[in-house]
């Protein structure tokens, strides 16, 4: 990017102060005026600069709706996490009545058997 | 944009994670510098329609250029010179191709000295023939402003409309302090000239 060049004649030259002030206030004036023609309405300059990355890009890039939204898509997460409480909720409640009360288990510990070492 | 990276340190980071081309950081770039370089791009080229292609083109280069960021200068700075060397090579390629710029100039029948003008532009003004003027005076300051030099054209926009700093020009245009300010002077001073001309009004 630093492809400038010096042009070779170019002198140390006077600075704002040395111009007439009123003049150069309304020589200002007058070039912001007429080149703010031009740079009004901002356009999207986001969707384009996507669309081209992901053309050029052969799809690696802004491939996928997610990565190009605008905004974080709150209501598909919102709807998503609905949906996944609503499935376990369902689950449980078909599984619940399957499940028995609990019953006690005694505990008998196994005889020991000593096998005598053979000779 | 609340997310822009305003210190150092998350400017740095900011940067890592665009360098590792990371798509939402990329957007929230966009967001916040687009209006910016579109305005600049619009002011440099002066067509509203090329503008918004280059700005587009601005952020492409960037995005693949982002690695070679070293933080020597603050990203929008960088992101400015990225802008500005497109927009000089976009104009030297235009003036090659002599588009019709010369007959928006021609139609302009009457014209006003300037130092009747005082500044007036259309956005200034009420009465229709007032904004006529304005418009002409408009008309011709762009094309005068279009038929400097790139590099008195890119010092003289980046100064006088842009408004910003001498060093941040410096950095932007990667030239000598001396060297801006004499562009800057030569500019103004090429454009009065011109303006005067055009005008019809004899120079002092």
Not at chain 2, 11 to 28: G, K, P, S, T
Request: hydrophobic share 40%.
């Amino acid at each position: 990017m630093t492809e400038h060049s010096q042009p070779p004649q170019e002198s140390t030259r006077p600075l704002d102060s040395e111009l007439d002030a009123t003049e150069l206030a309304r020589m200002q004036r007058l070039m912001r005026g007429a080149l703010d023609e031009t740079a009004t309405s901002s356009p999207d300059v986001l969707r384009g600069v996507q669309r081209k990355l992901r053309e050029r890009s052969g799809g690696k890039f802004y491939a996928d709706g997610w990565s190009t939204a605008r905004h974080a898509p709150i209501s598909t997460y919102l709807v998503t996490s609905l949906l996944m409480l609503a499935v376990m909720v369902f689950i449980y409640a078909v599984i619940h009545p399957l499940a028995g009360a609990p019953t006690m288990v005694r505990s008998i510990p196994v005889p020991v058997q000593v096998i005598a070492p053979r000779k | 944009m609340s997310n822009t990276p305003t210190d150092e340190s998350s400017e740095r980071r900011f940067v890592e994670r665009l360098q590792n081309h990371d798509e939402r950081a990329f957007n929230e770039l966009v967001e916040a510098y687009g209006p910016r370089v579109f305005r600049l791009v619009a002011r440099m080229l002066g067509r509203h329609e090329e503008a918004e292609d280059m700005a587009q083109e601005v952020f492409v280069q960037v995005f693949k250029a982002i690695e070679q960021f070293r933080g020597d200068s603050k990203l929008s700075t960088w992101i400015y010179r990225v802008a500005t060397n497109m927009c000089k090579n976009r104009s030297k390629y235009l003036s090659r191709r002599h588009e019709d710029r010369q007959d928006a100039f021609d139609a302009i029948a009457e014209h006003q000295p300037l130092h009747q003008a005082k500044g007036v532009t259309s956005g200034q003004v009420n009465r229709p023939d007032d904004m006529v003027e304005g418009m002409q005076l408009e008309a011709i300051m762009r094309q005068c402003i279009a038929d400097l030099e790139p590099d008195f054209r890119e010092a003289l926009i980046l100064r006088d409309v842009e408004n910003l700093s001498y060093e941040e020009i410096i950095q932007i245009t990667c030239v000598a302090e001396g060297t801006v300010k004499s562009r800057i002077h030569r500019a103004r001073t090429l454009l009065k000239q011109r303006l005067s001309l055009a005008l019809g009004e004899n120079l002092p």
